[in-house]
């Protein structure tokens, strides 16, 4: 059924995107800076771009057996960097966009859900300090509620819901630690002409519930939190980037982005962080990553990279990642909309053991689907 909302929403952020664009503003670039938590948690409006992403794996703490992968990923880009002059509360800087996937291992269903609105007076509500909502905004359309994300007590709790894809998740996810920064500073550099503030929480134990089906499960699991601000985050050659989120068995965690340009050439950056906490980066000559495969989607059919041999030989690490399963695409349904593989993976060893899991993102594949940040 067409819904008339829905287009009207993307037709108004085409033109926002058009219209951001081609006004001059003057965003503030990624520098190392003294961070100061939680207070930096709350959205930074003097960047262009950021972004506060959840992905896990979720049990039934009924039946173990019983699992679940999530993402919900929230959005704000900025369109001007100060507001015109004028009375009006509908006046706006910028835009929020959702994402929300909830992965069903044993029923190996994959459902996404997306919302695009203006920061306007309630559809949007930005948080500055503790006490407040990170980011609290309306359903997607033909949903009555809020999606939204509060730091309350040391822990992220996220709360998401869409009846037309028919899942709930909520959920809370304890910060594990200080934060993990992924370069001097928390500057990570993307290449040549690109880069990001960037922190993660990579092991967040998550408690809560997951409603689909009729149902609703409480569940139990383990949470990666990312949380990047920048202005650029592709340079201009660039269509996209693969990027991995791992948790090792030995307590490790490894990120790893691969950027690619027009011309087929990779760049590669990565960190990884200890059991104990401590961190480092990997050097981009240290670090391979090698395609094995690809998955052509039956609904896009967009063909992506689908299982991956990666070697960080001063790290003794030599391991092969490989998707759940691999229908685990986002398709987006709304004008102007990215459409990219987003799903959990298992990771083996040499003698084919798992000994770890995490999410892969793939992004920039198809005609069209270069992320517009």
């Known amino acids: 059924m067409f819904n008339t909302k829905r287009h009207q929403g993307a037709a108004c952020l085409g033109m926002l995107l058009l219209l951001a664009s081609i006004v001059a503003a003057d965003w503030t670039e990624p520098a190392p800076r003294s961070w100061s938590f939680p207070e930096d948690h709350w959205p930074k409006r003097d960047y262009r771009v950021e972004w506060w992403y959840f992905t896990g794996f979720l049990s039934d ?78 359903a997607p359309a033909g949903t009555d509620g809020m999606w939204s994300l509060t730091w309350k007590d040391g822990a992220f709790e996220l709360s998401v819901t869409d009846h037309r894809e028919d899942f709930t998740l909520q959920l809370s996810s304890e910060a594990d630690g200080e934060p993990w920064f992924h370069g001097p500073g928390g500057v990570h550099a993307k290449g040549d002409s690109a880069s990001s503030l960037y922190y993660t929480y990579p092991r967040m134990k998550t408690t809560g519930t997951v409603t689909t089906g009729g149902r609703t499960f409480p569940v139990t699991g383990e949470s990666w939190m990312d949380r990047e601000i920048g202005s650029d985050w592709l340079g201009p050659d660039d269509l996209g980037w693969d990027w991995f989120s791992l948790r090792l068995e030995d307590g490790r965690s490894i990120m790893i982005l691969s950027t690619r340009d027009r011309k087929g050439d990779h760049t590669l950056t990565g960190s990884i962080r200890e059991k104990s906490g401590a961190s480092r980066v990997i050097p981009s000559s240290a670090l391979s990553l090698k395609t094995l495969g690809s998955w052509e989607s039956p609904h896009t059919g967009i063909s992506y990279p689908s299982s991956w041999a990666i070697r960080i030989p001063e790290e003794e690490i030599d391991i092969r990642v490989s998707p759940l399963f691999s229908s685990q695409e986002n398709r987006s349904q709304i004008e102007f909309g990215v459409t990219y593989w987003e799903g959990a993976v298992y990771v083996t060893d040499g003698h084919d053991e798992r000994i770890g899991r995490g999410y892969v993102e793939l992004t920039g594949y198809g005609e069209g689907n270069r992320p517009g940040f």
């Open 61 to 138: 703490q009924e039946d173990e057996d019983y699992q679940f992968g999530y993402q919900v990923t929230f959005f704000r880009i900025g369109l001007v960097d100060e507001l015109p002059p004028g009375p009006s509360a509908w006046l706006t800087k910028d835009l929020v966009l959702g994402h929300a996937a909830l992965t069903d291992f044993r029923e190996g269903t994959h459902r996404f859900s997306e919302l695009t609105y203006r920061s306007v007076p309630f559809l949007v509500d930005w948080g500055e300090s503790e006490g407040m909502p990170i980011i609290r905004t309306s």
